[in-house]
T-cell receptor, first 115, second 118 residues
Framework: SQELEQSPQSLIVQEGKNLTINCTSSKTLYGLYWYKQKYGEGLIFLMMLQKGGEEKSHEKITAKLDEKKQQSSLHITASQPSHAGIYLCGADMSSRGSTLGRLYFGRGTQLTVWP | EAQVTQNPRYLITVTGKKLTVTCSQNMNHEYMSWYRQDPGLGLRQIYYSMNVEVTDKGDVPEGYKVSRKEKRNFPLILESPSPNQTSLYFC?????????????????FGPGTRLTVT
């Protein structure tokens, strides 16, 4: 079973449009990470959220973690071709005192931005 | 420059021929991991290590071995590769920091190794 569900699987938007990617779990997310990946390349760290209700922004990308810490969203405002790639959410779902150092990942959202 | 390096970046090999993918980090991180990425399945953890000589299985450890003799290196060993191990492999290292009463991690990924086993 997939610990983290990401939606949508793929997204095609016109340049300038806003978009949202969601990451959902039935378990508490103690640390939620967003990464971006260009096809076939490494992962670039975008943001980390830890507290319920937390929101962070970097340039035109905003990420939020809900109060219950079971869902996160990534929002891109006025998308550009440079935003294209695969967005992955990863989470630390280990309860206190259990296995450390493990992150679980969603399957990713493929974003295409056409001019 | 702080980074995680992997070698080789690309490898084509044949079934049964032992191979090693190296991973090295220069950030003095305690935690290191190996993942594989496959279409439709996302990133799955193979093995991880919490420190020198401390390793544990992830979600898909079958067919792989690891070792952590030095803090900076975490090689992935395929003793007898098979075609179902054709994949994109990522090494990651992370440090643990504390916010409040709970630690969390920031993981840095290597550039990936694309392995094809024929």
């Amino acid at each position: 079973s997939q610990e983290l569900e990401q939606s949508p699987q793929s997204l095609i938007v016109q340049e300038g449009k806003n978009l949202t990617i969601n990451c959902t779990s039935s378990k508490t997310l103690y640390g939620l990470y967003w990464y971006k990946q260009k096809y076939g390349e490494g992962l670039i760290f975008l943001m980390m959220l830890q507290k319920g209700g937390e929101e962070k922004s970097h340039e035109k990308i905003t990420a939020k973690l809900d109060e219950k810490k079971q869902q996160s969203s990534l929002h891109i405002t006025a998308s550009q071709p440079s935003h294209a790639g695969i967005y992955l959410c990863g989470a630390d779902m280990s309860s206190r005192g259990s296995t450390l150092g493990r992150l679980y990942f969603g399957r990713g959202t493929q974003l295409t931005v056409w001019p | 420059e702080a980074q995680v390096t992997q070698n080789p970046r690309y490898l084509i090999t044949v079934t049964g021929k032992k191979l090693t993918v190296t991973c090295s980090q220069n950030m003095n991180h305690e935690y290191m991991s190996w993942y594989r990425q496959d279409p439709g399945l996302g990133l799955r953890q193979i093995y991880y290590s919490m420190n020198v000589e401390v390793t544990d299985k992830g979600d898909v450890p079958e067919g792989y071995k690891v070792s952590r003799k030095e803090k900076r290196n975490f090689p992935l060993i395929l003793e007898s590769p098979s075609p179902n191990q054709t994949s994109l492999y990522f090494c990651a290292s992370s440090f643990r920091f504390f916010q409040g009463d709970r630690g969390t991690y920031e993981q840095y990924f290597g550039p990936g190794t694309r392995l094809t086993v024929t």
